[in-house]
């Protein structure tokens, strides 16, 4: 196809876009041996043009279309530069065509329409963008169900395809992609891909492992429903969407490792992304977690564990949509070294947790973080929570027992524990501090406060602080001056509350002394 330059006179148009539809063929140095496909030269070729379209002699602009070909063919797409001498435009004796033409030439490679299926190593593609040159993967045929098990064994997608001298990206698994392939054992996403389309693993039931890579921001409805064999999936960071029912009925799923940052949609209490995986039993919460969408992992009514290391985490459901519902067998819920706080209904309704212990690193406990926990009879709550929100353990009504080793009781705005707990469990304080739990708001609620606990009992230690004693003065390292520091005697009262500063300053007589600093508390002897 010929298209001269907007206003441009015939010996001077500047560009010939050339879109192929066959091999490509470069145009020589000369350009005396330009043939068309007929084998006419360009000179016929044009003087045809002219006459086609009724070009006058005043210089209209040519507006027609031809195609160039020559001898040798060339594969990639660029410009190029071609001369083309006076005699292969001096036709008829039109002496208005005799000046030498430079024609700068853009080869463009034939691209297929969107929805062509392609073949390659095995794997079926469809393209999705001719612009962008981008395919999915596919099944085999016209419909998923044409043909069976065409996939096998092993399948490494790459990342990138190439028909006909055109390279495509690989950028989604398609719908039905290998729905109905229970030969399959295993498959590699590359990390341009990112979608895995609605019922793409179908029925793979020797599927044993996923690791959906990074890319991958949607996981579509039913993609690996029934998936029987396979028992551990990795769920990346940038995951935002799992579909309805997406990992239903995978029965040998026994972990998942969940890594996604910002998932604001995992299926819905009537369609749980995890539902009848009954052997589910380990969620492994990654760092850098920000989010979980309500019903996340409603229904694993195998669920026993879950590791929760979100170091920032800041939402985990709502009121209408808990993370952890109906996870009936879950009775264990570790929570991190780093985690900083405890979303609001972050495992409400986890009725099968016994206990509880929130560590060090903690400083907030959300609203009803952990309520209508059942089971629940043991509460820990370690040295930094400062404020625990509102109904934060309510209708959890058979705890007997809540430690809490804050010196100085969390601010609470609503009662976090229900008025039977109150009355009937034991609330253990620090030694020395019964009095600010007796007369501290909703704290005071308790009817039995057990002035009981040392400041070193259940504290985790930081390998990175040290305590020490030298010539009657404390030394503190691996933390920032301006940390604050408590110093009590070995029955827990407060001798000195300073910083690390300033703690050279204060001279202490000999004895026994508990020491705490950004958490951690040791005991001192001079």
């Known amino acids: 196809k010929t298209t001269p330059a907007e206003g441009a006179e015939v010996e001077t148009f500047s560009e010939i876009v050339v879109e192929f539809n066959k091999p490509v063929y470069c145009i020589n140095e000369t350009g005396a041996i330009v043939k068309d496909a007929d084998g006419s030269t360009i000179a ?26 020559t001898t040798e063919p060339i594969y990639v797409e660029g410009a190029y530069s071609v001369n083309i001498p006076a005699d292969m435009f001096a036709t008829d004796g039109n002496e208005e065509y005799s000046a030498n033409t430079v024609v700068n030439v853009t080869v463009k490679l034939p691209v297929l329409p969107v929805g062509t299926a392609i073949e390659a190593d095995g794997i079926y593609y469809k393209v999705t963008s001719s612009d962008d040159r981008t395919v999915e993967v596919t099944f085999k045929g016209s419909y998923y169900s044409e043909y069976a098990d065409e996939y096998t064994g092993e399948v490494v997608i790459p990342a990138s395809v190439v028909h006909n001298y055109v390279t495509y990206r690989v950028t989604a698994i ?49 993609a690996f429903v029934d998936c029987t064999g396979l028992t ?23 972990t998942v490792n969940f890594n996604a940052e910002n998932c604001t949609n995992m299926g819905g209490l009537e369609h749980p992304v995890f539902y009848n995986c009954v052997n589910l039993t380990t969620i492994n919460i990654g760092d850098n977690v920000k989010s979980l969408p309500g019903y996340a992992f409603s229904g694993c009514s195998g669920l026993t564990t879950v590791n929760f290391n979100a170091e920032n985490c800041t939402s985990m459901g709502n009121y209408f949509g808990r993370v952890f519902q109906d996870c009936s067998k879950l009775k264990s819920i570790n929570i991190g070294k780093k985690v900083k706080s405890i979303p609001n209904y972050a495992f409400s309704y986890c009725k099968g947790l016994s206990e509880i212990t929130i560590p060090n690193s903690v400083t907030t406990i959300g609203s009803e973080a952990f309520s209508h926990c059942t089971s629940l009879s043991k509460v820990t709550i370690l040295y930094n929570v400062a404020e625990i929100g509102d109904c934060a353990f309510t209708c959890s009504d058979n705890i007997k027992n809540v430690y809490v080793y804050p010196i100085v009781p969390p601010t609470a705005y609503v009662n976090p524990f229900s008025e039977k707990v109150n009355r009937n469990a034991t609330l253990h304080t620090p030694v020395g501090s019964r009095e600010e739990y007796a007369t501290a708001l909703y704290w005071r609620e308790f009817a039995n406060i057990s002035n009981d606990l040392t400041a070193i009992a259940g504290v985790m230690v930081d390998d990175n602080i040290t305590i020490s004693m030298a010539n009657s003065t404390l030394v503190i390292s691996g933390v920032a001056d301006d940390v604050a520091v408590q110093i009590f005697t070995a029955g827990g009262a407060l001798l000195h509350s300073t910083t690390v500063a300033e703690v050279s300053n204060i001279t202490l007589p000999r004895g026994v002394y508990l020491v705490q600093v950004s958490g951690v508390t040791k005991k001192v002897v001079l």
């Open 44 to 69: 016929t070729l044009v003087a045809e043009m002219l006459d086609a379209e009724g070009t006058t002699a005043d210089g209209s602009p040519l507006a027609t279309q031809g195609r160039l070909y």
């Open 174 to 222: 398609g719908n039905y992609a290998f729905a109905g392939c229970p030969g399959l054992t295993s498959v590699t996403i590359p990390e341009g891909v990112t979608l895995i389309g609605n019922y793409a693993f179908n029925g793979c039931t020797a599927l044993t492992s996923v690791t959906i890579p990074e890319g991958v921001t949607s996981i579509g409805f039913f």
């Open 232 to 254: 551990s999936v990795s769920i990346s960071e940038g995951v935002t969407f799992i579909g309805n029912y997406a990992f239903r009925g995978c029965t040998g799923l026994t």
